[in-house]
């Protein structure tokens, strides 16, 4: 009776298995079944995502949002990407009208506790800045006393500002301003003193001045600020865009890129274990793809249709661009280059 119950157990334990291995959350099932998956980004933010003549947006952040395509379609060019304001980014993932936000959204313990957000993976490590008028020949944000200083309604910029200029016992005065262009355009006409964000954002916003040479970004960084990938709450989804993401890093310290995949995987028999278990249609992410519900070959799109974490990095932010950014020594870096990029393991 006993050697009854277990195999009936065990047979009804692997049909669970079986039928949990190929079933996809609802958000998941919904990309699939529409053919597309809509992620939002800043709509002008140079670098990170503008878009181009034919109205696509490019940049650091649209990327992330291909990646997941890419993962989840087989095809990065099913990503619809879709420029909005930052509040409103968050208000229609909570109202489901987008699958996930790929822009500069800093994951906080309020905004991962509300139910209707999934802070899935942090793509780039930044920290709160400043940058001034070099007219005003101010070389430090110490020297901001009285300042009035331009920020954005709604994001952590604000509290930050609040806690910084407490600490430092200094006044300030805030022009507390929502739209992007909006507050731009104060700053940029001398209605403010200084203007506050992100350092990548101010770098990126300096670009959008008549003369961005007449600008100076401030040394002092006054916060911390994890950039994250944000979904609706569906474990499948949020499972395939971590693990894209990883799959990105996991090519990047193995030395994979868009450049040289297609050659790695056709001689796969001759690459390290690690590069096999990435590609292999055997390979850990065959295996994470039946469980999850994405392309065979999901892993291998991802690389070829957008790159490594290098590969996006470079193209955007690196030394060859406008903001001449360097991983080295940053908190970008690979983890085995002294950064806090871990890959975590494949296998």
């Known amino acids: 009776m006993l050697r009854s119950f277990i195999a009936a157990a065990l047979a009804c334990a692997a049909s669970f298995a079986g039928a ?10 919904e990309i699939k079944s529409s053919g597309k998956l809509i992620c939002l980004v800043s709509p002008s933010a140079p670098g990170f995502s ?15 949002c291909r990646m997941a395509a890419a993962a989840v379609l087989g095809d990065a060019g099913k990503a619809d990407i879709r420029g909005i304001g930052f509040s ?25 506790a509300d139910p209707g957000l999934s802070f899935v993976a942090t793509t780039f490590y930044d920290g709160q800045g400043f940058m001034v008028a070099k007219s005003l020949g101010i070389k430090s944000a110490k020297e901001l006393k009285g300042a009035t200083i331009c920020a954005e309604d709604g994001s952590t ?24 262009t909006a507050r731009l355009q104060a700053f940029y006409a001398g209605k403010c003193d200084a203007y506050a964000s992100d350092m990548t ?42 693990w894209a ?24 028999d001759k690459q390290p274990k690690a590069v096999q278990r990435l590609f292999a ?20 799109q991802v690389i070829k249709q957008v790159g490594s974490y290098s ?3 470079d193209r955007h932010l690196g030394p060859s661009t406008p903001f001449n950014l360097k991983r080295e020594g940053s908190q970008n870096a690979l983890a085995k280059d002294g950064g806090l990029m871990y890959a975590y393991p494949i296998r």
Request: negative net charge; glycine residues 4%.
């Open 201 to 242: 954002a101010l770098a990126a916003d300096r670009q959008l001045a008549k003369n961005p040479s007449d600008y100076d970004i401030l040394p002092e960084i006054i916060s911390a600020e994890p950039l994250t990938l944000v979904t609706q709450p569906d474990q499948e989804l949020e499972k395939a865009v971590r």
């Open 281 to 300: 249609k055997d390979g850990a992410t065959a295996e994470m793809a039946t469980k999850i519900g994405l392309p065979a070959d999901w892993a291998h």
């Open 245 to 268: 993401f990883e799959v990105m890093l996991n090519a990047d310290e193995l030395g994979v890129n868009a450049a040289n995949v297609d050659q790695k995987v056709a001689e796969l």
């Open 88 to 112: 409103d980014s968050l208000k229609n993932l909570v109202a489901k009208q987008a699958h996930m936000a790929s822009r500069s959204i800093t994951e906080t313990g309020t905004r991962s």
């Open 157 to 180: 910029t604000l509290l930050n500002i609040a806690d910084w200029f407490a600490a430092e016992g200094m006044e300030y005065k805030v022009e507390n301003i929502a739209d992007k």
């Open 311 to 313: 590969d996006v990095f």
């Open 50 to 64: 503008v878009p181009d003549s034919a109205g696509v947006f490019q940049g650091f952040n649209a990327d992330f």
């Open 20 to 29: 949990s291995a190929v079933q996809a959350g609802p958000v998941l099932d």
